[in-house]
C-alpha cells in the first residue's frame, strides 16, 4: 500500500507572492536556490530580476537589475555549494559568472566576477555538478559541450554535442555521468573522464516536440518525458544496464490519454519515489516510480494557479512539520506564486517522518573539479533535516506507529535501480554470530622433528582463518578462506582435535576437546554466514561503493579503498650487516591485509610478508626519517612497519587507506574525528628518554600512541621493548628534588622512573602523559553519573539557579561582568559582579544589556584597555544591533558613576593590586557527550585541557559539547545532535558546578550552534570575526566604502505613509481561549472571551472556511500581555504549537499579538470590542478603582485599563472610571458611537452590583474628580474642533542614515531609548527623544517636525504648536495618544520626573550655538549639539590662544603629526589651562580627536583657510554683493577675502544677508558656511522678513577622476529671488591650474541666475573669477571662463 497515495497540493496565500512583474512574451524561465530567485527582466538586452525567496509583494518598476547580458537570456544556474555564486548564458557564446553578496540588489550590477569564453554559438544549457565544486557543464548551439574550472575560469574538457538543440542536461547522482535529450528525439549518456563521445544512446520518443529526463536516485536508471506521434505526453522507464546489452526498452512506457501542449519537466523525489512533472498550465503531475509494472502509478493532479515556467524549491528548505514534499516557485504573466505538495500524516508535528526525508547534501562539495578530473568521486556529504527535540519515525515501535528503517531503505535501493536490487531484496535476518573469534591453537605440520607449531588463530567473518605467530604479531603465516571452507568437524578419535576441510586438510589441537568442539562450531556458522544471500549482496553493494583515498581530515567513505604501488621499506639488517636498510617494494592493499612483493607486480609471485591490519593500533605521519620525507609508521602490539612515500600526496593515501583497513576504520566512516586523531600522529608524540631498568639507566624510544605507552631500542625497532595501557597507568608524579625525572605510577604499585633531557622537557612530557590520562578517564564513571539521571528532568531545577539567559543578559535583567587579564596572552572571563572582583592591573566590562561600562585599572596595560573596548564594540554592534552605550571609566579619573557602583552590588571602595603577569592562568576544557549508542567509558571525551585555546574545529554539530572555563560553563548544542547528547551534557555541566573547588556563582549558559555569543566565542582561538587586538594606529585605506550621505529627512514621504490592507480570512468564529498558567494552559470561560489581563499571556484558536474550497483552515493567535513573565510569554508559544498539532490537526498559522498592537483581525473576532485589565486574573479585585480608555477605529474598539489619573482622559475617546461605590461613563465630546457603545458594555460587565452613573464632560460630579486624584488638564479639555488620526514615526540612523519610519498601531514599547519619535497628534506635534538619542537624530528630528506641520496636505494650521519632550518625562498630552501607558517601566529615580514640554524654537536654538566658553566646555552634561570629540573648535579665539598658547591660524598651519603632539602634550600639562579640560568625561577629545577631518582638506585650508570664526565687515559684505551682482552679468571681478581672527557669529549673519539681499548669491554663502561643512555640522539659518531658510549640505567631488584634486562640495540652496536655484562653490583647490579651470568651468556657470544666463548664449563673453588668499599661501589665480 502507498505512503503517499493521499497527497495533496496548496498554493500558499496571494499575501506571499510576488507581482508586478515585467517579464517578456518569450523565453521565460525562473531559477533559484534557497536564498535567490532570479527569472528574465522585460528590458533591453539580457537583464535578471534577482529576489530574496523571503521577498514578497510588489516588485518596483524601477528595481535594479544583474544586467548580464547584451543579448536576450537562455539560462541561468546557480551553484549548489555556493549560494552567491550564479552562472548566466544567452544569445552570447560567453558564459558569465557572478556574486550575489547582496539579497536585494542596491544597484544595477554589470561586471561579473569571472567569463568563460570558448564557445562559438548561444548557450543552451548550464549543470553544476552535484558533488565536486566549481565543476560546470555548459552546451552550446556550435554543437559542443563543455566542463570548466569556474574558479580558475579554465576549459577542462570539450566534447561534441548532438547537432539538434538541446533540450536538457542532468547530471547522474553520484555525478559520474550526465545525460542530454535532443530534438532529434535521442536520449544520450556521457561519461567525460572516459571519452568525448556518448556511452550509450537511443531513440525515446516517436514525437517531434522533444523530452526530457531526470535520474531515479541512482546511475542505472533514468525517466524520460516527451511525446507520442499523435502528440500525447509518454513517461518512458530506462535501465541504461539492458541499453548496453542492444535492448531497446528496458521497462514499458505509459502513454496516457490526455494530450499536452508544454513540454514537461521530470522531477524525482528519491525519499517518496514521486515523480512530479511541470511544464506549462495550471497543474502538475504527480506519479509514483516502483519496481512493478506498470512501474508509474498515477497519485495526482495539483490544480495550480496558471503559469509559464517552474523551479523546485531544493528539500533542506521544506517545513518538515507539514510533510511538505514539493515546493514550487511558478512563474505566471506578471507574477511568481508558490505552490506546495505535501503528504498528510497525523504525527508530522511532532514526529520526524525520517521515511519521507533521508539526509540531504549540506552544502559543502565532497570534492573539486580538478580532483573530479582525475578520478576523484568522494560523494558531497549530508546532513539530517531532523529537527531539534523531534523524535524519528524509525525509532517508535510499530505499536506507536513506527516504521521499519531497513525496509525504507531497500525500498529506496530498489527505486533507484541499485546494481544490488534489481530484484527485490530478502527481509534482512540476524544471522548467528561464531562463539570464538580468536584463540591459541596447535597446527599440524606433518614433519617428524617438530610436527605441532603454536599459532594464534583469528576468525575474521568477511575474510577467513588467519594464522600468526603470537598474539600480538600482525605477521600473517597463512591464511584460510571461507570460500574454499567445506566442512569443519572435531576429530571422533583425538577428542581435543578438529578437522578443516578444503583444498586441503588442515589439523588442528586445542587445548581440551570442549575447546575444539567450540572452535568446529564457530567455523562452521562463519563458513555458513559467509556464503549467506543477504552476506553476498553486502559485499556486492560494498564492491560497488564508491571508495576514496583522501587524506585523513576528509570525508571518507564506510569503507577501505584497494590500493597498491611502491613504497620503500626499512629493513631490519642481518646478523652480518647489523643495520637496517631502506628497500623498494610492491604494497598491495586488499581488504584488510597488506601485501609486500618485492617487484612491482604479483603475478605468480609469492608476497614476501602478509600484515593484518586488523591488529594496526596506531599509524604514525613523520615528516622526515633520515633522508625520507614522507615516512609512515604502522604500528602492532608486537610490530613497527617503517615505510616512506614518494610524495605528501602519496603519503595521505596510504594513512588514509590503512586506517580504513583497520579497527579504526569504522570510527572514521562514522565521523568520529576525536578517535582517529588518537592514532594519526605526528613526530612530535614520540621522542628519546632514559628509563630506570633496575639499578641501571637505559636509552628509550618512547611513543604515546592511543591508549598505549610503547618503549623501543631506538627510533627504527621494529619490536618493542616494554608497552603499558593507559589504563594501568594511575598517575604520572614529578619528584621535587629532580629537574628532569619523572615517574609513571602503575595500578600494581610499580613506578617507572624517567629521566628526560632537560626540565622543559620534562615538563613537556608530564604534561602530555597527563593530557592523555585525563582524555582516556572514563568521565561517565569518576562523575557518577547514572543512566537514570540522564533521563530525569530533576537537574534542570538545579541547573535555573546558575543558568545565564543570553535573552535577559541583552535586555539588562542580567548584569555581567567581565575581566581582561594579560600582557602577552589576553584573556577573557566572567567574573562574580562585585566591587572585590575588580583590580588594578586589568580591564573590566560590565554588560548591562543597553549599557556597556569599561572600566579600566589605574595599571592596566594598553593592550588589556584595547581588548576591553574592541569586546565591548563587538557586543554593542552584534548582540544589541548599535543600539548600547559604552561608557568608559578609568580608575581614580573618571569613575564616580553610581549607576556603575550600584550593579557592582556596593560602594566604591579600595581596588585590589593583583599579580602582574600571567599567574593563575585560565584554563579551558571541553567534554564532548555523544549518543546513548557509545559505550559509556567513551560516551563522555574529555577531548582538550589546557591553558592554551582549542580551535573552534573542536566543536562537533553530531554531538553536544561542555566547555569548562572555571567560572562560566558553556553547554554548546550542534545543530545534528540528538536529544540525548543535549540532555547529557545539561548533566554534565551540572555535575561540574558542583565540584569542591568551584565557586558558588560559577554560571551555565546553554548556546546553540550559530548563536554563539561574543563571551563565548573568546574562549576559541579562531573563532571567524574574532581577530587579535590591533592596537596600532590604523592605516587609512584607499578603496574604504564611503559612509553613507545624510539626506533630509522626507517630510512628504511621512504624509504619504498608509497602513498595510489587513489581511482577509473567510468566516468563522473563535474555537477556544486559553489562558497560561505557569507552564500548562487552562480553558477560559466562554463568557470571558475577549477579556484579558496584561500580566498573562492567552491562546487564541480560530476556525475559518475558505470561500473558493470550502476547506477548514486553522489561525491561532498567541496574545501576551504587557506585564506578562518571560516564562508566560514563551509558554504561550509553545503551546501554540501544541494547540496547532492536537486540537488545529497540525495544519494552523500561528500569529505573536502585543497587547496595544492586536490586528484588525484579531477586534474582529470577538465582536469589535476587547476589553484589557491590569494585573493577572487570577489576583482581580472587581471592586477596585479602575480607569478604562474606549478607543479605536472602524468599529473595532478596545477597552484598556489604565492608571486612574485625571490628566490621562481624552477629549476624542470614551473612558469608565469605576469606584468602589459607583461606575462613571465619561464620553469625550468627539467619540464615535462604536467607542460609546463599548464603554457603555464596559461599565455594565464591570459594575457588579455598583450604580452606573454618565459623567458629562464640564459637569463632572466631585466623586469622578476625587477618584482620579483631582481635576486636572488633560488632551482637549481646551476644546478641539474635529477628530482626526494620530500618527507616531521613529526617527532612527539604523540603517547607517537618520530616517523617519512610521509605526502601525504604536504602543509604548515602540519608543525607543536609544532614538527619538515624532507623534502627530495633529492639533500639537510632539518631538519625543529617547534618553541616549544621539544628538544629530535630536537636531533631525525637530527639523523635520517643522517641515511636518509645514508642508502638511492633512490640513495642519500653521500655527500647530511643536513641542520638545523627553523620555521618562512626558505630558499628559502625548500619553493621552497611547492605548496604554505604564510609569512602572520608569526606572526608580525617574518616576517622579515633573514633565516637560519645551516650544522647538527654543530648543532648536540652543543646537546651533556654535561657540562656548571653556567653563561651559568643562560642564557635565555638556550643551545641547555639542560634538564631544571636537571640543576646542568650539572655544573662542582668546580662549584658544590661552589653552594652548599660539593663534588657531598657527595651529592649523603645523602639520598633522606636530598638531597632534602638541594637543596630547598640552593634555599632559598640568600647569596648562587645558589640564582642567581633562577632568572632563571627554579628557582626550578636545586635542586628539578634534581635528582629524579638517586635516584631511588641507588644500581646502590653502584658498580659504579654516577657521570656525570669520569677520567680514558690513562694508565688505556689501561689496561683495555689488561685485556679485555684476558677475552676474559677466563683467565683473568677485573677491573674497576672509580673516581668520574673526567671528563665525558674522559668517553665518553673513550667509543669511547673503541669501537674503541678493537671492542669488550663494558663493559668499557656500563661502561662509564652509568650516561648518569641515565640521561635519549642519547650521540652518533664517533670514529676511520672508522667513527664507538656508539648508546645504555637504559631499565629495573625489568620485570624478578629473575632479580628484578638488576637496569638497558645498552646495547651497538658497529661496529668495532664484526660488529653487541651487549652486556649489569649491571648497578645495590644488596648485594644478588644469584642476584649478575645470573646476571653474564646472561652477561659476552655478552662480549666475538662471534667468540670466540666455546672455551667455551663442556669445563667447568671458568671465573673470579671482579668489584671494588672505594668508597668501595659494597664489592668485584669474583665469577665463567661457
Not at 490640513?1355 to 505604564?1382: D, K, L, M
Request: charged fraction near 25%; proline fraction near 5%.
Amino acid at each position: 500500500e502507498s505512503k503517499v497515495r493521499h497527497v495533496f497540493g496548496k498554493t500558499w496565500r496571494k499575501e506571499v507572492s510576488i507581482t508586478n512583474l515585467r517579464l517578456k512574451s518569450s523565453g521565460a524561465f525562473i531559477e533559484g536556490n534557497d536564498r535567490f530567485l532570479v527569472f528574465p527582466w522585460d528590458t533591453v538586452g539580457g537583464a535578471l530580476c534577482v529576489l530574496p525567496t523571503s521577498y514578497t509583494g510588489k516588485v518596483s518598476d524601477s528595481t535594479f537589475l544583474l544586467r548580464a547580458h547584451q543579448q536576450d537570456m537562455l539560462c541561468a544556474a546557480f551553484s549548489p555549494f555556493d549560494p552567491a555564486l550564479l552562472a548566466t548564458g544567452s544569445r552570447e557564446s560567453a558564459i558569465k559568472m557572478w556574486r550575489l553578496e547582496e539579497e536585494v540588489l542596491s544597484a544595477d550590477m554589470t561586471e561579473p566576477t569571472g567569463t568563460l569564453e570558448g564557445h562559438k554559438s548561444r548557450i543552451q544549457k548550464l549543470a553544476f555538478h552535484p558533488h565536486a565544486s566549481n565543476l560546470l557543464l555548459t552546451v552550446s548551439g556550435d554543437k559542443t559541450q563543455k566542463l570548466w574550472d569556474v574558479a580558475a575560469e579554465s576549459e577542462l574538457l570539450s566534447m561534441a554535442a548532438p547537432s539538434s538543440e538541446v533540450q536538457s542536461a542532468v547530471w547522474a547522482p553520484d555525478g559520474k555521468l550526465f545525460a542530454t535529450t535532443c530534438r532529434d528525439r535521442q536520449l544520450r549518456l556521457f561519461d567525460p573522464r572516459q571519452g568525448v563521445e556518448p556511452t550509450q544512446a537511443v531513440v525515446a520518443h516517436q514525437g517531434l516536440k522533444g523530452l526530457q529526463a531526470t535520474f531515479l536516485g541512482g546511475t542505472d536508471r533514468l525517466v524520460t518525458v516527451g511525446f507520442s506521434k499523435d502528440s500525447r505526453y509518454q513517461l518512458a522507464l530506462w535501465d541504461m544496464r539492458m541499453i548496453k546489452e542492444g535492448e531497446d526498452w528496458a521497462a514499458m512506457k505509459l502513454i496516457t490519454n490526455e494530450p499536452n501542449p508544454a513540454l514537461l519537466t521530470p522531477h524525482y523525489d528519491p525519499g517518496t519515489g514521486l515523480l512530479f512533472l511541470s511544464g506549462r498550465g495550471d497543474k502538475i503531475h504527480v506519479y509514483e516510480v516502483d519496481n512493478t509494472a506498470p512501474y508509474f502509478h498515477p497519485i495526482t493532479r495539483v490544480k495550480t494557479p496558471s503559469y509559464n515556467s517552474s523551479y523546485l524549491v531544493p528539500k533542506r528548505a521544506y517545513d518538515v512539520k507539514k510533510c511538505e514534499v514539493g515546493r514550487f516557485y511558478l512563474l505566471a504573466n506578471k507574477s511568481v506564486e508558490i505552490q506546495s505538495i505535501s503528504v498528510p500524516r497525523k504525527t508530522s508535528a511532532t514526529v520526524f517522518q525520517e521515511d519521507l526525508y533521508p539526509p540531504v547534501t549540506s552544502g559543502d562539495a565532497g570534492t573539486t573539479a580538478p580532483q573530479w578530473m582525475e578520478g576523484d568521486d568522494t560523494p558531497a556529504p549530508t546532513t539530517s533535516l531532523q529537527p531539534e527535540g523531534m523524535a524519528s519515525v524509525f525509532d517508535l515501535s510499530e505499536a506507536e506507529g513506527g516504521k521499519d528503517k531497513g525496509a525504507e531503505m531497500r525500498k529506496r535501493l530498489e527505486r533507484s535501480g541499485s546494481s544490488v536490487a534489481v530484484a527485490a531484496a530478502p527481509a534482512e535476518v540476524e544471522l548467528p554470530r561464531p562463539e570464538m573469534s580468536s584463540g591459541l591453537v596447535n597446527h599440524h605440520l606433518g614433519g617428524w622433528s617438530a610436527p605441532w607449531a603454536e599459532r594464534w588463530m583469528v576468525l575474521e567473518e568477511d575474510e577467513g582463518l588467519q594464522f600468526f605467530k603470537s598474539e600480538d604479531s600482525a605477521k600473517m603465516l597463512f591464511t584460510i578462506p571461507f570460500e574454499t571452507v567445506t566442512k569443519c568437524e572435531q576429530d571422533e578419535g583425538q577428542q581435543d582435535q578438529f578437522l578443516i576441510h578444503g583444498k586441503k586438510l588442515y589439523r588442528m589441537k586445542a587445548e581440551d576437546a570442549a575447546t575444539a568442539a567450540r572452535w568446529a562450531e564457530a567455523i562452521s556458522v562463519a563458513t555458513s554466514n559467509w556464503s549467506h544471500p543477504q552476506r553476498v549482496e553486502a559485499r556486492a553493494a560494498e564492491a560497488a561503493a564508491p571508495a576514496s583515498s583522501s587524506a585523513p581530515g576528509s570525508p571518507v567513505p564506510a569503507r577501505a579503498a584497494g590500493k597498491e604501488g611502491f613504497l620503500e621499506a626499512l629493513v631490519p639488517g642481518s646478523i652480518y650487516t647489523g643495520t637496517a636498510s631502506w628497500t623498494r617494494r610492491w604494497y598491495v592493499l586488499e581488504g584488510k591485509v597488506l601485501f609486500a612483493y618485492s617487484g612491482n607486480r604479483r603475478l605468480n609471485q609469492h608476497p614476501l610478508e602478509k600484515m593484518s591490519l586488523t591488529k594496526v593500533v596506531a599509524v604514525i605521519k613523520s615528516a622526515a626519517m633520515g633522508d625520507k620525507k614522507h615516512s609512515l609508521k604502522i604500528l602492532t602490539p608486537g610490530q613497527v612497519l617503517y615505510l616512506a612515500a614518494e610524495n605528501a600526496e602519496e603519503q595521505d593515501a596510504w594513512v588514509t587507506a590503512i586506517l580504513l583497513a583497520s579497527p579504526l576504520g569504522k570510527a572514521m566512516a562514522a565521523g568520529d574525528a576525536d578517535d582517529v586523531s588518537s592514532y594519526v600522529m605526528s613526530a612530535a608524540t614520540e621522542g628519546y628518554l632514559m628509563r630506570r631498568v633496575g639499578s641501571t639507566w637505559e636509552k628509550v624510544w618512547l611513543s604515546s600512541i592511543g591508549k598505549t605507552l610503547l618503549y623501543f631500542k631506538n627510533e627504527t625497532s621494529a619490536k618493542p621493548l616494554a608497552k603499558y595501557s593507559i589504563k594501568d597507568v594511575k598517575e604520572v608524579e614529578v619528584p621535587d628534588d629532580q629537574d628532569q625525572d619523572f615517574f609513571l605510577k602503575l595500578n600494581t604499585g610499580e613506578s617507572v622512573l624517567h629521566r628526560a633531557s632537560s626540565e622543559a622537557e620534562r615538563n613537556k612530557w608530564t604534561e602530555k602523559l597527563q593530557a592523555l590520562l585525563k582524555r582516556h578517564v572514563d568521565v561517565f564513571d569518576v562523575m557518577r553519573i547514572r543512566e537514570s539521571e540522564v533521563e530525569s528532568s530533576e537537574y534542570q531545577k538545579a541547573i535555573e539557579a546558575n543558568a545565564i539567559d543570553p535573552v535577559e543578559v541583552k535586555n539588562g535583567r542580567c548584569p555581567l561582568l567581565i575581566q581582561i587579564k594579560g600582557r602577552k596572552r589576553i584573556r577573557v572571563a566572567l567574573v562574580d559582579r562585585c566591587t572585590a572582583s575588580l583590580t588594578t592591573r586589568s580591564s573590566f566590562v560590565l554588560d548591562n544589556g543597553r549599557v556597556l561600562y569599561q572600566w579600566n585599572g589605574s595599571k592596566a596595560p594598553r593592550v588589556t584597555k584595547a581588548k576591553a573596548g574592541d569586546l565591548a564594540n563587538k557586543i554593542r554592534m552584534k548582540e544589541r544591533g548599535g543600539l548600547a552605550d559604552v561608557i568608559v571609566l578609568d580608575q581614580g579619573k573618571n569613575d564616580e558613576n553610581a549607576t556603575f557602583w550600584k550593579l557592582l552590588k556596593g560602594e566604591r571602595a579600595a581596588i585590589r593590586d593583583d599579580v602582574p603577569e600571567e599567574e593563575g592562568q585560565l584554563s579551558v576544557r571541553i567534554y564532548r557527550c555523544l549518543a546513548k549508542s557509545v559505550p559509556k567509558p567513551r560516551r563522555i571525551q574529555l577531548i582538550h585541557d589546557s591553558t592554551q585555546l582549542p580551535p573552534r574545529e573542536f566543536l562537533d554539530p553530531t554531538s553536544c559539547s561542555v566547555v569548562d572555563c572555571d567560572t562560566e560553563i558553556f553547554v554548546w548544542v550542534g545543530h545534528k545532535s540528538k536529544l540525548y547528547n543535549r540532555k547529557l551534557a545539561m548533566l554534565v555541566a551540572k555535575k561540574l558546578t558542583q565540584e569542591q573547588h568551584r565557586q558558588a556563582w560559577t554560571s551555565i549558559t546553554r548556546i546553540v550552534e550559530n548563536g554563539e555569543t561574543i563571551l563565548f566565542k573568546e574562549k576559541f582561538s579562531n573563532y571567524p570575526g574574532m581577530l587579535p587586538i590591533n592596537v596600532s594606529r590604523a592605516v587609512v585605506q584607499g578603496r574604504v566604502a564611503q559612509a553613507q550621505v545624510q539626506e533630509p529627512i522626507d517630510v512628504k514621504r511621512m504624509h504619504s505613509v498608509k497602513e498595510r490592507e489587513p489581511i482577509g480570512y473567510g468566516e468563522g468564529a473563535v474555537v477556544n481561549v486559553w489562558r497560561i498558567d505557569g507552564f500548562d494552559k487552562r480553558p477560559v470561560p466562554e463568557e470571558r472571551w475577549g477579556t484579558f489581563y496584561s500580566a498573562d499571556s492567552y491562546v487564541v484558536l480560530f476556525r475559518y472556511r475558505v470561500p473558493q474550497t470550502g476547506k477548514d483552515l486553522n489561525l491561532v493567535y498567541y496574545w501576551q500581555g504587557a506585564d506578562s513573565t518571560m516564562s508566560e510569554k514563551g509558554t504561550s508559544a509553545y503551546m501554540t504549537v501544541d494547540v496547532s498539532s492536537e486540537l488545529a490537526g497540525g495544519d494552523a498559522e500561528q500569529q505573536r499579538v502585543p497587547q496595544d498592537k492586536e490586528p484588525q483581525h484579531f477586534l474582529e473576532i470577538f465582536g469589535g470590542s476587547v476589553r484589557v485589565c491590569k494585573g493577572k486574573e487570577t489576583a482581580a479585585d472587581a471592586q477596585r478603582t479602575a480607569l478604562y480608555r474606549v478607543s479605536g477605529a472602524d468599529g473595532l474598539v478596545r477597552a484598556t485599563e489604565q492608571p486612574a489619573s485625571a490628566a490621562l482622559l481624552n477629549a476624542l475617546h470614551s473612558f469608565v472610571l469605576a469606584t468602589k461605590a459607583a461606575v462613571f461613563v465619561w464620553k469625550g465630546p468627539h467619540s464615535s458611537a462604536a467607542e460609546k457603545a463599548l464603554a457603555a458594555k464596559t461599565a455594565a460587565e464591570v459594575a457588579a452590583g455598583r450604580k452606573v452613573a454618565e459623567a458629562a464632560p464640564g459637569s463632572e460630579p466631585s466623586d469622578f474628580w476625587s477618584a482620579l486624584g483631582g481635576k486636572a488638564e488633560y488632551f482637549g479639555s481646551g476644546g478641539i474642533s474635529a477628530r482626526k488620526p494620530t500618527k507616531l514615526f521613529l526617527v532612527s540612523n539604523a540603517t547607517g542614515s537618520i530616517k523617519a519610519t512610521a509605526v502601525h498601531r504604536f504602543a509604548q514599547e515602540d519608543l525607543e531609548t536609544g532614538h527619538c519619535a515624532i507623534l502627530d497628534a495633529f492639533f500639537e506635534v510632539f518631538v519625543w527623544f529617547g534618553a541616549k538619542a544621539s544628538d544629530s537624530e535630536k537636531q533631525m528630528a525637530m527639523e523635520a517636525a517643522v517641515e511636518y506641520v509645514q508642508q502638511s496636505p492633512a490640513g495642519h494650521a500653521a500655527s500647530t504648536p511643536v513641542f520638545v519632550t523627553e523620555q521618562y518625562r512626558e505630558p499628559a498630552g502625548f500619553i493621552a495618544q497611547f492605548h496604554s501607558w505604564s510609569k512602572a517601566r520608569y526606572p526608580a529615580a525617574k518616576k517622579k520626573e515633573s514633565p516637560s514640554k519645551a516650544p522647538v524654537d527654543e530648543v532648536l536654538q540652543r543646537f546651533t550655538t556654535v561657540t562656548y566658553s571653556l567653563a561651559e566646555l568643562q560642564k557635565d552634561p555638556l550643551p545641547d549639539g555639542i560634538d564631544p570629540t571636537r571640543l576646542e573648535q568650539y572655544l573662542t579665539n582668546e580662549e584658544f590662544e590661552k589653552v594652548f598658547g599660539m593663534s588657531r591660524k598657527d595651529f592649523m598651519m603645523e602639520p598633522m603629526w606636530k598638531a597632534e603632539k602638541i594637543k596630547q602634550e598640552e593634555a599632559s600639562t598640568e600647569r596648562t589651562p587645558a589640564a582642567a579640560l581633562r577632568t572632563h568625561r571627554y579628557p582626550y577629545s578636545l586635542f586628539t580627536y578634534g581635528l582629524a577631518p579638517l586635516q584631511r582638506h588641507a588644500h581646502a585650508r590653502q584658498l580659504w583657510p579654516h577657521s570656525p570664526s570669520m569677520e567680514v565687515s558690513a562694508e565688505k559684505e556689501r561689496a561683495s554683493l555689488s561685485l556679485g551682482a555684476r558677475a552676474a552679468v559677466g563683467e565683473a571681478q568677485v573677491s573674497v577675502v576672509a580673516h581668520a581672527e574673526a567671528d563665525l557669529g558674522a559668517a553665518v549673519e553673513l550667509a543669511r544677508g547673503a541669501n537674503v539681499a541678493g537671492g542669488w548669491h550663494p558663493l559668499l554663502a557656500a563661502r561662509a558656511l564652509l568650516p561648518l561643512h569641515l565640521r561635519g555640522e549642519r547650521p540652518v539659518a533664517e533670514g529676511g522678513g520672508r522667513g527664507q531658510r538656508v539648508v546645504w549640505r555637504a559631499q565629495s567631488i573625489a568620485r570624478s577622476k578629473r575632479y580628484k584634486a578638488a576637496g569638497c562640495l558645498a552646495d547651497a540652496g538658497q529661496g529668495g529671488g532664484a526660488e529653487g536655484m541651487r549652486a556649489e562653490a569649491v571648497a578645495g583647490v590644488s596648485a594644478d591650474e588644469e584642476v584649478h579651470r575645470a573646476l571653474l568651468r564646472v561652477h561659476l556657470p552655478l552662480i549666475i541666475p538662471t534667468e540670466k544666463r540666455k546672455n551667455f548664449a551663442g556669445a563667447q563673453a568671458k568671465s573673470t573669477l579671482t579668489l584671494v588668499s588672505p594668508d597668501s599661501v595659494a597664489p592668485r589665480l584669474t583665469t577665463g571662463v567661457e
